[in-house]
C-alpha cells in the first residue's frame, strides 16, 4: 500500500506515481495496465504527451475501482486562454474518458504568452464545476506562483518540477514549503544522465541492498518530494514502488543532494524562457 499526502484543498495524493511520458499506442496501455496491477494508483499524462486515449483505456481494462485511482492531466499552452483552457479541459476529459481529472497542472507557464494567469482562473472555476479535484502548475517559478495566487487568492495544490539529484531544487523546494505547495518531481532518477555511479548513491545502494534508482526515489520521498517515475519493464516498475521499506540516513540523503549542479537541468527547459505550446 503506498502511503499517501494531504494537499492542501484536502485531497489524499499517492506518495509515489508513473509517469506516463512517452508511453504511447498498444505498447504503451500495456505499460500502464501493468503500472495499475502492481499497484501504482497515481498516474500521470498531459495533452502534450499524446497518449490520454492510451492512459483511459489502460484504466478501463486494469479494471481498478475509480475511487482508488488519482489521474492526473496538464493543460498546453495553447490552452492557456480561459475559454481555450476550459474546452481543454473538456476534451482531456473526452479522451481519458472519465467524469473528472483528479488533478489538472498548467503544463509550463509560458510567460512569452503571458495567459497562464488566464488558465489558473479556469483551472479555479473548473474545480468550483466539480470537473477537476485538484489543481496545480507545473515548471512555475517563485515569481509564477506570486502572480496567480494574489490575482485569485487560489494557492496551487501542486508544483510539478524538474528535480533530481543533479538538479535537487532547494529554493523551490523552501518556497513551496513556505506556500504549502507539494513539491512532485519529473525526471526523478534523471533520465540518461542517472546518478546511479555516483559514489553517494552506490553506497548506499550497497549499504541498504537495494538498486540506485531505489535510493534516488526514497531520496526525493525523503526531502518530502512526490516522485512520478516511468517504465515500461514489470520488474522495474515493482522495484521503483518498493522504497518504503528502507530509511537513508541524514548524511545519505545530504550527499546525494550535493550532487546538485548549477547547470543540472536535463536540457534547456529554464520556465523563464522555455515555450511549450
Known sequence: MVPTYTLNDGHEIPAIGFGTYPLRGEDGVAAVVSALEVGYRLIDTAVNYENEREVGEAIRRAGVPRDELFVTSKLPGRHHGY??????????????GLDHLDLHLIHWPNPGVGKYVEAWRALVDLQEQGLVRSIGVSNFTEAHLSRIIDA??????????ELHPYFPQPEMRRVHEQ????????????????????????????????SPAQVILRWQLQLGCLPIPKSSTRERQVANLDVFGFELSPAEVAAITALGREDGRLFGGDP???QEM
Do not use: C, M, Y
Open 83 to 96: 475559454d481555450d483552457a476550459t474546452a481543454g479541459t473538456h476534451e482531456s476529459l473526452e479522451r481519458l
Open 152 to 161: 485569485t487568492g487560489v494557492t496551487p495544490a501542486v508544483n510539478q518540477v
Open 179 to 210: 506556500l504549502g505547495i507539494r513539491t512532485e518531481s519529473w525526471s526523478p532518477l534523471g533520465k540518461r544522465q542517472a546518478p546511479f555511479a555516483e559514489p553517494p548513491v552506490a553506497a548506499a545502494a550497497e549499504a541498504h541492498d537495494v
Open 272 to 274: 523563464e524562457h522555455h
